[in-house]
């Protein structure tokens, strides 16, 4: 069942993905050098688009992009008609994999309307400037295209990314254009780079865009006058973890957690997340370390514990707002456990309108009774291929674990145009003897003797820079 | 570059940057390519609240290195090379690798080559040694900024590095 929805494909999908690949293979060169054929597989939105509401301003944004004029607003409109196209495409994959996994999922409440009040909710004033600094940025970018960045541009974002890292409820934005500019500036000259990852850099640029329009609502976990800001709602319950994903870029360590949450009103599939900012030399399981404002919840992964919530914020994305002030540490639970008891019955939620991509995909599920390799899960009727990319170096996964794996919980994910499963706990058997990993399992630092080695010498250099900081920093 | 069939131009998830790979930093706490140079800080061997701003620039090779007040360092005499810019071209090579860090110099070390000052032809340069130390401070400055428990759905792009294996 779940082998057959990994190998369909949603009607409409590969149009769908044309057309954001004719959009993306425009920005490889640039809006001021359109060929004939990019001019033609932009012109082809306008086309895709003109049943929907926004037909009048993709003629018009599309029109004047081909005879060579580019404003903020133009660009608004192609991250616009990328999102569309792509949400849709989220929408369409969750459909049916929702179908096979037998999964309820809620749909994303509407926006309320905006009243005279909701500008307090807003991002916070001064924003309007730092997101204009972003946009002017990303504008240069999307006219010279990837191939015309080089150093000078690629560095061009710097002063945008140090102001937004300044103002805490525009960390969103902050993290995505830091991110995505010290890939530009390691990529730099990208005109003799042998291949350009378009997708992604067409991604990453959108999606900025679109968080630098004025006017959004701020993010949830941003607090506005003391409280969280956004639609959430208080929860009392017992969060049971399924598994840690790890997230990192040079300045950026994330650690997101999904789970169970138990409350009054059933069992909802969640999730929990904490960043920390770091530098490019603190890396693997070391960054653990930047991390230690949260020891309830990193105790909660390296323990197996289950975790007490107090009147926590749910926002309506299904993501728990976490607050150390309001968890406490509960009894062991053994994540496998807690998935074959409870994932098939929860409840999961619906992404945000704005940020539907089939990249967000990130579904829960229990896998057993598969034949595994390095590379594929065989699930009878079917392979899904594993991701083996997203086996951090901050964790004790590795590839021989899930090719000797008889269990796994994992994340599926769709991306390159097909489905694969992330591991991020597995059971396997090493010399004929049982053991369990998970992601998080060194959260409150290495278990293996030779990780833990490589961690103190790393975990070094922490300390090092702390000092150097404290030294220098306050002077 | 294919993984499977799937095109690199068309992941979302597709790896740019190489991961960064683990060094001590006691030496050499900063190092970075940026503004056309290759360059960071260096500790003081005899000073612990000293420490020493040092670059090459890009293309030309120009070498300076001062202290973070802007006093010349006295091991550097015109073209060669002092002990501080030794550390921390060995620093950056052991950060980047050697391919990244002579695409910057703008050379071609020969296949196998470990070491880079062979193909480096240096000159004496002005140094830029407040612009540096302040980009120092920059990166320092992350260290101090406060976690975030916002969902920051756009770091589903940036999967924590594996080993590098």
Request: a neutral charge.
């Amino acid at each position: 069942m779940l082998a057959d929805a990994l190998r369909a494909r949603p009607p409409g999908l590969d149009e769908a993905f044309a057309l954001v690949d004719g959009l993306d293979d425009a920005l490889v060169h640039g809006l001021a050098r359109l060929d004939d054929d990019r001019a033609a597989a932009l012109d082809a939105l306008v086309g895709a688009f003109s049943a929907t509401p926004l037909a009048d301003r993709v003629t018009e944004a599309i029109g004047k992009i081909i005879s060579g004029t580019v404003t903020d607003e133009h660009l608004a409109v192609l991250a616009g008609c990328r999102l569309a196209l792509l949400g849709a495409a989220h929408d369409a994959l969750l459909t049916d994999l929702d179908a096979a996994l037998t999964r309820t999922r809620e749909p994303h409440p509407a926006a309320p309307a905006p009243a005279g009040g909701a500008a307090g909710s807003m991002a916070s004033a001064g924003g309007g400037q730092l997101s204009a600094g972003s946009r002017s940025w990303l504008r240069e970018l999307a006219i010279a295209g990837w191939r015309g960045v080089d150093h000078e541009l690629a560095a061009g974002g710097s002063p945008a990314v140090q102001a937004l890292l300044g103002e805490p409820s525009r960390r969103r934005l902050a993290v995505l254009l830091d991110g995505f500019a010290a890939e530009l500036r390691a990529a730099a000259p990208v005109a003799t780079l042998p291949r350009v990852p378009v997708r992604r850099w067409a991604d990453l640029w959108s999606r900025a865009l679109i968080l630098a329009q004025a006017g959004r609502p701020a993010e949830p976990g941003s607090p506005v006058d003391g409280r969280p800001a956004g639609s959430g709602t208080l929860v009392d319950g017992r969060l049971l973890i399924l598994g840690a994903d790890l997230h990192e870029h040079p300045t950026v360590f994330r650690c997101q957690v999904h789970g169970l949450l138990e409350t009054a009103g059933g069992v909802r599939l969640v999730r929990t997340s904490v960043a920390a900012a770091k530098v490019d030399t603190i890396s693997g399981a070391a960054a653990w370390r930047m991390l230690s404002a949260f020891p309830i919840l990193l105790a909660g992964l390296a323990e197996h514990r289950c975790l007490e919530v107090a009147r926590m914020t749910l926002t309506a994305g299904g993501d728990l707002i976490w607050d150390e002030t309001r968890a406490s540490a509960g009894e062991p639970a053994d994540p496998f456990v807690s998935a074959r008891v409870l994932l098939a019955g929860a409840v999961a939620t619906s992404t945000a309108p704005l940020d539907r991509h089939p990249s967000v995909i990130a579904e829960p599920v229990l896998l057993e009774g598969y034949t595994a390799t390095a590379e594929a899960f065989d699930l009878g009727g079917g392979t899904v291929a594993v991701e083996t990319d997203r086996l951090p170096a901050a964790g004790p996964l590795t590839p021989e674990l899930v090719a000797g794996s008889t269990a796994c919980i994992g994340l599926l994910r769709f991306d390159g145009g097909r489905w694969a499963v992330q591991p991020i706990a597995v059971r396997s058997t090493v010399r004929k003897k049982a053991v369990t990993a998970h992601t998080g399992d060194w959260a409150l630092g290495p278990t293996d003797a030779k990780a833990a080695k490589t961690e103190a010498v790393a975990g070094t250099a922490v300390d090092v820079l702390r000092e150097r900081a404290g030294r220098l920093l306050r002077k | 570059m294919t993984s499977e069939g799937v095109a690199y131009e068309r992941r979302g998830a597709a790896r740019v940057i190489a991961p960064v790979r683990p060094r001590k930093l006691a030496k050499v706490p900063f190092v970075e390519l940026a503004e056309d140079r290759l360059q960071g800080v260096v500790s003081s061997g005899s000073d612990v609240s000293r420490v020493y701003v040092s670059s090459i620039t890009a293309r030309e090779h120009g070498l300076s290195c001062n202290t973070n007040n802007n006093r010349p360092c006295g091991g550097l005499s015109g073209a060669y090379p002092c002990n501080h810019l030794r550390a921390l071209v060995e620093a950056a090579v052991a950060q980047y690798g050697i391919d990244r860090v002579a695409r910057y110099l703008r050379v071609e070390p020969p296949e196998e080559e470990t070491e880079i000052w062979s193909v480096l032809h240096p000159v004496a340069a002005p140094g830029r040694t407040p612009e540096v130390f302040s980009s120092f401070l920059r990166h320092l400055g992350y260290l101090e900024l406060p976690p975030s428990t916002d969902p920051l759905p756009e770091l589903q792009w940036f999967p924590a590095a594996g080993v590098v294996r």
